[in-house]
């Protein structure tokens, strides 16, 4: 305990005033001769220490709660009868005070031993020790400093190793008070005490068993008690420390390389030592320590804070934070030789973000698509990645990651959180929670340690069940009636719903900023006509798509904030219908969207390219190299930076100029990025030189030789209706592209390329048969560097072109801009088809296709299930296909459109050798006209298809051949 030494210097000069010092027991001292032999002066009064009545003389008896010797019969009736000191009259004995005004310059007095507590400096570092629990260690051989100040009490705690005689001498400076020397058990009870002789107390307790004994310190006197104590022990084993000691706190660790060698220590009884690792970020640590002959020792690893990461041996640990770890071997109070080695496995490279940080917290949450499409992600040490995803009441999420080889160490950890970022379900593999609430969730990724890092790519899908009995109620989507009660959406989903009477639905969706959005409807026209539009603040319509087909689609360039898609049935109509949602752009982004994520890089080829990068928005393309190739990319651009990622989505280097040589084979991206708030216009530059022979570099959409391997020109990239498409005509290649239409529409492609001598045709072709094959519905084949194709799309298919080289040495770069513009068709209107409406260009100009009017025009097609898909009759129109069949030969026709009042069509079947009677006929009044013929001859028979009454329609045509 600590006290003023102001207080003691106090009391020192209180207690000189008490008068001249006296040689006998009871009278007063000071600085005055000295109390007789056998006294000790104590609170100004000469007085004999004692223990019991034996270390009294004469009549005197001992008072042990004071430790000295009074006179027999002592008893007191007041402070008169204590000669200066102060009458307990409870007991009738006198003692130094009974209250603190008994004490000089108030100081306290203790309530139990009746003392002045008298201000006091312990010196004694290992306080606090007043308690068995707090008994400070004592290490045998060793000596120990402090002082006992009124009414305290030390404990100390020796440790035996074996078997021995316990020795302890207590040292005190002067006689100020009654110093007592005990060996106590651990309920306090005294089991030997030490012997005052002169200013030495001495204590012997032979026959000790191993392991801990206590030692408890004390006086009865009122004044502080300097001492001096040193225990020794006889009888008990040698033991040799190793030369690491000191190392029995953390603080002392011994350094110790991980290095995976065995390294020699010595533990004492009682003993602890400390060793200290080094470890950097991602490190995984292995720590085995055990003792010699068979033994074992306690094995424990501390973290840099002091916390255990855990016991036992060998300890392995996962990816950890840099910092100091130490290593803690015992033993209990048996001797012990061992070994102990430490092995480490580095961490992780460094982690590198390849995905749109920040997105940490829910506000920062970016949204995923939920039709399983993998995102692109990671996570470094410590980091999460929260994605948002909107779902309709009762929807099940499944996610689920894959970790990109080389990119570092997980495990990661999937988890699903509530709109409040409260956790609902969590996972070390794939996550799915079903039933889930109706609104915004958050798909967090992270790792399952703080050292864990990782890039990955995720990919979530949401499932609506099946509707309830009631379609109307719209899975749990009802009431949406008005924007107030909206329901909210995804864009980028899908949502099947229906439109009961009197009903209408509304969906709300926000946007971050501008952007150009795609939203239709499709549902059968036959069985309901619906209307769409989007609305703005206060209901405002923004876009609306109000026709009479199987389809509905909408789209505008809209402001950031929040907007309202309305769905609703003409006069009260009634339907199902499918909605769909996409972010076709930023408004006026350039034409090589959507390339907004590395997944989605534009395939390009070298060549220079003038592009757009909206605020947000980073630009995306894709360029393909050969081992050992080289690559240049030059930026013009204000407040823009260029990077080059990996084939993994790693950082390869970055800044304008870029170049990176001597790389291996892949499939690299170039990322325009920056904090531009504004739409920036900026120009690229990519150059390759071959690290080979190659005299062609082609462009990262190979391999796009074939149909079944074309690259596709979506809806978000029409979403301005134009679109770019680059490419590399190397020799012997080809390339193509696809471009699905959802409705009627005028497609346009025009192909240009910057080498005359290297000419390029382009060809609008459809699959024909089962097989890899097509054939071409026009082409465009001239000889200057301009190709031109164009026609009319009746209803939803998809067009392909074919970009060929026709001849030359080099390898010109090429580019194809393809327009789609959607057309609205008034009730009882026919939009024609391609074989009718396509124009190619060449020396001459525009010329029509050939047209497929008339029986000598006959379009061809295959005996082995071949389908003419989006055509349509108009009024005055005619259709013809032709079909080679062997005598003997079955030959089926199916023609299927969607039959209402005015919109019949039928169809004929003509041999080879008659072109004025039809030999098969289908006129039936239903959506299927179905004709099977046996050849009589064989040739080419014709097929005809018109409308009846000079109706119109769209349908589609399929022939199948039977037979040897």
Same mark, same amino acid.
């Given at each position: 305990?600590?006290?003023?030494?102001?207080?003691?210097?106090?009391?020192?000069?209180?207690?000189?005033?008490?008068?001249?010092?006296?040689?006998?027991?009871?009278?007063?001292?000071?600085?005055g001769?000295?109390?007789?032999?056998?006294?000790?002066?104590?609170?100004?009064?000469?007085?004999r220490?004692?223990?019991?009545?034996?270390?009294?003389?004469?009549?005197?008896?001992?008072d042990?709660?004071?430790g000295?010797?009074?006179?027999?019969?002592?008893?007191?009736?007041?402070?008169?009868?204590?000669?200066?000191?102060?009458?307990?009259?409870?007991?009738?004995?006198?003692?130094?005070?009974?209250?603190?005004?008994?004490?000089?310059?108030?100081?306290?007095c203790?309530?139990?031993?009746?003392?002045?507590?008298?201000?006091?400096?312990?010196?004694?570092?290992?306080?606090?020790?007043?308690?068995?629990?707090?008994a400070?260690?004592?290490?045998?051989?060793?000596?120990?400093?402090?002082t006992?100040?009124?009414?305290?009490?030390?404990?100390l705690q020796?440790?035996?190793a074996?078997?021995?005689?316990?020795?302890?001498?207590?040292?005190?400076?002067?006689?100020?008070?009654?110093?007592?020397?005990?060996?106590?058990?651990v309920?306090?009870?005294?089991?030997?005490?030490?012997?005052?002789?002169?200013?030495?107390?001495?204590?012997?307790?032979?026959?000790?068993?191993?392991?801990?004994h206590l030692?408890?310190?004390?006086?009865?006197?009122?004044?502080?008690?300097?001492?001096?104590?040193?225990?020794?022990?006889?009888?008990?084993?040698?033991?040799?420390?190793?030369?690491?000691?000191?190392?029995?706190?953390?603080?002392?660790?011994?350094?110790?390389?991980?290095?995976?060698?065995?390294h020699?220590?010595?533990?004492?009884?009682?003993?602890?030592?400390?060793?200290?690792?080094?470890?950097?970020?991602?490190?995984?640590?292995?720590?085995?320590?055990?003792?010699?002959?068979?033994?074992?020792?306690?094995?424990?690893?501390?973290?840099?804070?002091?916390?255990?990461?855990?016991?036992?041996?060998?300890?392995?640990?996962?990816?950890?934070?840099?910092?100091?770890?130490?290593?803690? &071997?015992?033993?209990?109070?048996?001797?012990?030789?061992?070994?102990?080695?430490?092995?480490?496995?580095?961490?992780?490279?460094?982690?590198r973000?390849?995905?749109?940080?920040?997105n940490?917290?829910?506000?920062?949450?970016?949204?995923?698509?939920?039709?399983?499409?993998?995102?692109?992600g990671?996570?470094?040490?410590?980091?999460?990645?929260?994605?948002?995803?909107?779902?309709?009441?009762?929807?099940?999420?499944?996610?689920?990651?894959?970790?990109?080889?080389?990119?570092?160490?997980?495990?990661?950890?999937?988890?699903?959180?509530?709109?409040?970022?409260?956790?609902?379900?969590?996972?070390?593999?794939p996550?799915?929670?079903?039933?889930?609430?109706?609104?915004?969730?958050?798909?967090?990724?992270?790792?399952?340690?703080?050292?864990?890092?990782?890039?990955?790519?995720?990919?979530?899908?949401?499932?609506?069940?099946?509707?309830?009995?009631?379609?109307?109620?719209?899975?749990?989507?009802?009431?949406?009636?008005?924007?107030?009660?909206?329901?909210?959406?995804?864009?980028?989903?899908?949502?099947?719903?229906?439109?009961?009477?009197? !009903?209408?639905?509304?969906?709300?969706?926000?946007?971050?900023?501008?952007a150009?959005?795609?939203?239709?409807?499709?549902?059968?026209?036959?069985?309901?006509?619906?209307?769409?539009?989007?609305?703005?603040?206060?209901?405002?319509?923004?876009?609306?798509?109000?026709?009479?087909?199987?389809?509905?689609?909408?789209?505008?360039?809209?402001?950031a904030? !929040?907007?309202?898609v309305?769905?609703?049935?003409?006069?009260?109509?009634?339907?199902?219908?499918?909605?769909?949602?996409?972010?076709?752009?930023?408004?006026?982004?350039?034409?090589?969207?959507?390339?907004?994520?590395?997944?989605?890089?534009?395939?390009?080829?070298?060549?220079?390219?003038?592009?757009?990068?909206?605020?947000g928005? !980073?630009?995306?393309?894709?360029?393909a190299?050969?081992?050992?190739?080289?690559?240049?990319?030059?930026?013009?651009?204000?407040?823009?930076?260029?990077?080059?990622?990996?084939?993994?989505?790693?950082?390869?280097?970055?800044?304008?100029?870029?170049?990176?040589?001597?790389?291996?084979?892949?499939?690299?991206?170039?990322?325009?990025?920056?904090?531009?708030?504004?739409n920036?216009?900026?120009?690229?530059?990519?150059?390759?030189?071959?690290?080979?022979?190659?005299?062609?570099?082609?462009?990262?959409?190979e391999?796009?030789?074939?149909?079944?391997?074309?690259?596709?020109?979506?809806?978000?990239?029409?979403?301005?209706?134009?679109?770019w498409?680059?490419?590399?005509?190397?020799?012997?290649d080809?390339?193509?592209?696809?471009?699905?239409?959802?409705?009627?529409?005028?497609?346009?492609?025009?192909?240009?390329?910057?080498?005359?001598?290297?000419?390029?045709?382009?060809?609008?072709?459809?699959?024909?048969?089962?097989?890899?094959?097509?054939?071409?519905?026009?082409?465009s084949?001239?000889?200057?560097?301009?190709?031109?194709?164009?026609?009319?799309?009746?209803?939803?298919?998809?067009?392909?072109?074919?970009?060929?080289?026709?001849?030359?040495?080099?390898?010109?770069t090429?580019?194809?801009?393809?327009?789609?513009?959607?057309?609205?068709?008034?009730?009882?209107?026919? &939009?024609?088809?391609?074989?009718?409406?396509?124009?190619?260009?060449?020396?001459?100009?525009?010329?029509?296709?050939?047209?497929?009017?008339?029986?000598?025009?006959?379009?061809?097609?295959?005996?082995?299930?071949?389908?003419?898909?989006?055509?349509? &009759?108009?009024?005055?129109?005619?259709?013809?296909?032709?079909?080679?069949?062997?005598?003997g030969?079955?030959?089926?026709v199916?023609?299927?459109?969607?039959?209402?009042?005015?919109?019949?069509?039928?169809?004929?079947?003509?041999?080879?050798?008659?072109?004025?009677?039809?030999?098969?006929?289908?006129?039936?009044?239903?959506?299927?006209?179905?004709?099977?013929?046996?050849?009589?001859?064989?040739?080419?028979?014709?097929?005809?298809?018109?409308?009846?009454?000079?109706?119109?329609?769209?349908?589609?045509?399929?022939?199948?051949?039977?037979?040897?």
């Amino acid at each position: 305990m600590m006290r003023g030494p102001g207080w003691w210097v106090g009391l020192l000069a209180a207690v000189l005033v008490l008068g001249a010092c006296r040689d006998d027991e009871g009278e007063g001292c000071g600085d005055g001769p000295a109390c007789a032999a056998g006294s000790q002066c104590t609170g100004g009064r000469c007085v004999r220490p004692c223990r019991a009545d034996t270390d009294c003389t004469g009549d005197q008896t001992c008072d042990v709660t004071l430790g000295e010797c009074q006179a027999a019969g002592g008893a007191c009736a007041s402070d008169t009868d204590c000669a200066g000191r102060h009458c307990l009259l409870p007991d009738a004995r006198c003692v130094d005070c009974t209250a603190a005004q008994d004490c000089p310059g108030g100081v306290p007095c203790d309530a139990t031993a009746h003392v002045c507590l008298v201000p006091c400096t312990d010196s004694d570092g290992s306080e606090p020790n007043d308690t068995v629990a707090t008994a400070a260690p004592l290490a045998p051989g060793s000596s120990r400093t402090g002082t006992l100040c009124p009414a305290d009490v030390d404990f100390l705690q020796v440790t035996l190793a074996a078997p021995g005689e316990l020795q302890v001498v207590m040292t005190v400076e002067g006689a100020a008070g009654g110093p007592r020397l005990d060996l106590v058990d651990v309920g306090g009870g005294t089991l030997a005490s030490g012997t005052l002789t002169g200013l030495e107390l001495r204590l012997s307790a032979p026959g000790l068993a191993a392991g801990a004994h206590l030692l408890r310190l004390s006086t009865t006197g009122s004044s502080p008690t300097p001492y001096t104590l040193t225990a020794t022990v006889s009888g008990t084993a040698a033991c040799t420390q190793e030369a690491g000691e000191p190392n029995d706190t953390p603080a002392q660790a011994t350094t110790l390389s991980a290095d995976g060698a065995a390294h020699g220590g010595a533990l004492c009884a009682g003993d602890v030592d400390h060793y200290a690792i080094t470890a950097a970020a991602g490190d995984r640590l292995r720590v085995v320590a055990a003792g010699q002959g068979g033994t074992t020792v306690d094995l424990e690893l501390l973290d840099p804070a002091g916390t255990s990461l855990g016991t036992g041996s060998p300890l392995q640990t996962g990816a950890l934070t840099a910092g100091r770890y130490v290593a803690r &071997v015992s033993s209990g109070t048996t001797p012990r030789n061992y070994t102990i080695a430490v092995g480490i496995t580095q961490g992780a490279p460094p982690c590198r973000q390849v995905d749109a940080e920040p997105n940490d917290t829910p506000e920062q949450a970016q949204a995923v698509p939920t039709d399983g499409t993998q995102v692109d992600g990671a996570v470094c040490p410590g980091d999460r990645d929260r994605f948002r995803v909107v779902a309709q009441a009762g929807d099940e999420l499944v996610a689920s990651t894959l970790m990109v080889p080389g990119s570092g160490d997980g495990p990661l950890v999937l988890a699903l959180e509530d709109a409040s970022g409260n956790e609902e379900s969590t996972s070390t593999g794939p996550l799915q929670v079903s039933s889930l609430a109706v609104g915004t969730h958050f798909v967090v990724v992270q790792g399952a340690n703080a050292g864990a890092q990782a890039a990955y790519r995720l990919a979530v899908t949401l499932t609506t069940p099946q509707a309830p009995a009631d379609p109307c109620l719209d899975n749990g989507r009802e009431p949406n009636n008005t924007t107030a009660v909206a329901t909210p959406l995804v864009l980028g989903g899908t949502v099947s719903a229906r439109l009961c009477a009197d !009903d209408e639905d509304r969906y709300r969706f926000t946007l971050v900023a501008p952007a150009v959005v795609r939203v239709g409807i499709a549902f059968t026209h036959a069985n309901g006509d619906l209307d769409l539009q989007v609305l703005g603040p206060g209901d405002v319509v923004e876009a609306s798509s109000t026709g009479v087909t199987n389809e509905e689609v909408a789209e505008a360039g809209l402001p950031a904030g !929040d907007h309202v898609v309305r769905v609703y049935g003409y006069r009260g109509a009634t339907n199902p219908y499918v909605l769909t949602t996409a972010v076709a752009s930023c408004a006026g982004d350039d034409q090589l969207e959507e390339n907004d994520r590395p997944d989605r890089a534009t395939a390009v080829g070298p060549g220079s390219y003038a592009l757009v990068r909206c605020p947000g928005d !980073d630009d995306h393309l894709a360029v393909a190299l050969a081992a050992g190739d080289a690559l240049q990319a030059t930026l013009t651009g204000p407040g823009l930076a260029l990077e080059l990622l990996d084939p993994g989505g790693a950082l390869v280097t970055s800044g304008s100029p870029l170049s990176a040589a001597g790389l291996p084979a892949g499939r690299y991206v170039v990322r325009v990025t920056g904090t531009n708030a504004v739409n920036t216009d900026y120009a690229l530059v990519l150059g390759v030189t071959p690290g080979d022979a190659r005299v062609c570099v082609d462009d990262a959409a190979e391999e796009d030789d074939a149909l079944a391997l074309a690259r596709e020109v979506g809806p978000a990239s029409l979403a301005d209706g134009r679109a770019w498409v680059t490419g590399v005509a190397c020799a012997g290649d080809e390339d193509w592209v696809t471009v699905p239409l959802a409705g009627p529409s005028r497609i346009t492609a025009d192909l240009v390329f910057n080498a005359p001598a290297d000419d390029l045709d382009l060809y609008l072709r459809e699959r024909q048969g089962y097989g890899t094959q097509t054939r071409a519905l026009a082409s465009s084949n001239g000889t200057t560097t301009h190709e031109h194709v164009e026609g009319t799309v009746p209803g939803g298919t998809t067009v392909a072109l074919q970009v060929r080289r026709y001849g030359g040495t080099d390898a010109p770069t090429w580019r194809l801009e393809v327009g789609a513009q959607p057309l609205q068709v008034p009730d009882g209107g026919c &939009v024609d088809d391609l074989p009718d409406t396509v124009v190619t260009a060449g020396p001459d100009g525009g010329v029509p296709g050939g047209r497929d009017d008339t029986f000598s025009t006959a379009t061809w097609l295959s005996s082995d299930g071949d389908t003419a898909s989006a055509r349509a &009759v108009c009024a005055g129109n005619v259709d013809w296909y032709q079909v080679w069949l062997s005598s003997g030969q079955v030959l089926t026709v199916d023609l299927s459109y969607t039959w209402s009042t005015g919109h019949d069509l039928d169809l004929k079947v003509y041999k080879p050798s008659d072109a004025a009677q039809a030999v098969a006929f289908g006129v039936s009044s239903d959506d299927d006209e179905h004709v099977q013929y046996t050849a009589t001859e064989a040739g080419a028979h014709r097929v005809e298809v018109y409308g009846f009454s000079g109706a119109s329609n769209t349908y589609s045509l399929r022939v199948g051949v039977t037979g040897n």
